[in-house]
């Protein structure tokens, strides 16, 4: 089902001539109204009357993280406080964190944004959404959870953690729709695999929604055939509103973007220069219509590419490629460049082992080392080494040929590698904790 098919299936030329109004309008109101802008703008001779259509984008300032950081908390904000009406704040690794307020008209577009992916789920009265994000400062509990109150779906707001009472209540009360991380929706497989009370086909999921991190086809795989539910992913940030810049339809071949709302460009991130249609680079966007904070071509770091061609479901908007990951989850080891996101692929080709996995990197005698922590699922575990050899050998030789580099692997027991309610935290690279130090 299509949410608001008048935007989501309008003409490539409609849509243009829309993201041209909305853009002039929001560049006048940052120059206007916020300092930093005005300053940006004034330093690259740019005014607001440059800006004549979607084109020109490429003419304005870019914003990034440190910006907004330097602008803390507030300094972006465009309108008066009193036409504030909620915080939220996304934690990040170190620092501060990054701050997003919003005016009513923000929360109603936010709502709509998550409104038009819970859609492709058919989500609508009648509807249990359990909202397993977080809720707090965090986006994705309280995002999602206005998105099924706009779909006039039943909201169940469980929030993250206490995963025996969330399954119990998805049996009982009959949850259709799940929204939480996929880390999170894997855990929650778990516990349910665990319980005799309570089997997969006895509930009523139909759908998840499942984002705030990268995760492969394999986990999807995996969450489809465990929850019996389709996965659908569901994409966001802070910056922009939270959950719903783009989600993807029930065809799974990329996130469409709500692009009447956030305008994607691709650049290189070291010439900084837009890349070719189509090719991979990391993901900028501009808001069209966000009133508390307008943001002008920030930077996510979220590495990707867009997809022009049509999709089959209709929708005409440009399609976001599966995330990568970020710059900043990029391991340099032995000057390989390695993603996690990488390892769960390879590890999810392997049905003998959980999707679970934990990297250490570390600089030993000048060298850096790469250990890789997997489990075995429970009927091929063994804690006798020789009984672990014939599982690691073929996972260590496709991460070799794959990734390029050679890692340790340590098999552990089903359930060792510690599970997450929210964001799942895949590395430790022992390296920047000693340069932190020195
Ligand atoms: O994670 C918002 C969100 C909540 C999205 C719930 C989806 C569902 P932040 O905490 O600001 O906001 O983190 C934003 O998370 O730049 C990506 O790196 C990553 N991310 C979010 N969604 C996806 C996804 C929320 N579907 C950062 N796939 C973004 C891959 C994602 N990465």
Redesign the pocket.
């Given at each position: 089902m299509i949410h608001n098919p008048e935007i989501e299936c309008m003409s490539r030329e409609d849509m243009r001539k829309l993201q041209s109004e909305r853009l002039q309008k929001t560049v006048k109101t940052c120059y206007e109204n916020v300092p930093f802008y005005k300053r940006k703008m004034d330093e690259m001779g740019v005014k607001p009357e440059d800006i004549k259509s979607i084109d020109d984008i490429v003419k304005l300032p870019f914003t990034t993280k440190h910006d907004l950081r330097d602008e803390y908390p507030f300094g972006l904000q465009a309108v008066p406080q009193s036409e504030i009406r909620r915080i939220h704040a996304?934690?990040?690794t170190t620092g501060k964190p990054?701050v997003?307020t919003y005016t009513e008209n923000d929360l109603k577009m936010w709502a709509e944004c998550v409104a038009r992916v819970l859609a492709v789920g058919d989500v609508g009265p009648g509807d249990i959404v359990q909202v397993a994000?977080g809720y707090g400062l965090?986006?994705?509990g309280l995002?999602?959870h206005d998105g099924a109150a706009l779909r006039g779906a039943i909201q169940l707001p469980t929030s993250s953690g206490n995963s025996e009472k969330q399954t119990m209540l998805m049996k009982d009360f009959g949850t259709t729709a799940l929204?939480c991380?996929p880390s999170y929706a894997l855990h929650l497989a778990e516990v349910i695999e665990k319980n005799p009370d309570i089997k997969p086909e006895d509930l009523k999921l139909r759908v998840g929604?499942?984002?705030?991190?990268?995760?492969t086809w394999g986990i999807r795989r995996e969450l489809e055939k465990k929850l019996h539910l389709k996965a659908i992913?569901?994409?966001?940030?802070?910056?922009m509103c939270?959950?719903?810049?783009?989600g993807e339809c029930q065809f799974q071949n990329g996130?469409h973007v709500a692009e009447d709302m956030f305008y994607p460009e691709i650049i290189n991130p070291e010439t900084l220069e837009p890349v070719a249609p189509g090719e991979e680079g990391e993901?900028v966007f501009t808001s069209l219509c966000k009133e508390a904070m307008p943001i002008l071509r920030y930077r996510?770091?979220?590495l990707t590419h867009l997809i022009y061609e049509p999709c089959e479901c209709g929708r005409t908007s440009v399609r976001l490629g599966?995330?990568l990951?970020?710059s900043d989850?990029m391991l340099i080891i032995r000057g390989v460049n390695v993603f996690p996101s990488q390892i769960e692929t390879v590890l999810t080709e392997f049905p003998v082992f959980t999707p679970q996995y934990f990297i250490t990197v570390d600089r030993k005698n000048n060298e850096d080392t790469f250990d890789l922590d997997v489990e075995l699922r429970a009927e091929y575990f063994s804690p006798n080494p020789s009984k672990q050899m014939p599982f690691i050998k073929p996972l260590y030789d496709r991460i070799v040929s794959m990734v390029g580099i050679k890692p340790n692997i340590h098999i552990k027991e089903p359930g060792n590698i510690e599970r997450s309610i929210g964001?799942a935290k895949h590395v430790l690279d022992k390296r920047t904790l000693l340069a932190d130090w020195k």
């Open positions: 996304s934690s990040g990054v997003g994000y965090f986006t994705g995002g999602a929204c991380t929604f499942f984002g705030a991190e990268p995760w992913d569901i994409y966001g940030l802070t910056e939270g959950p719903g810049v783009g996130t993901l996510t770091r979220d599966k995330i990951g970020r989850d964001k």
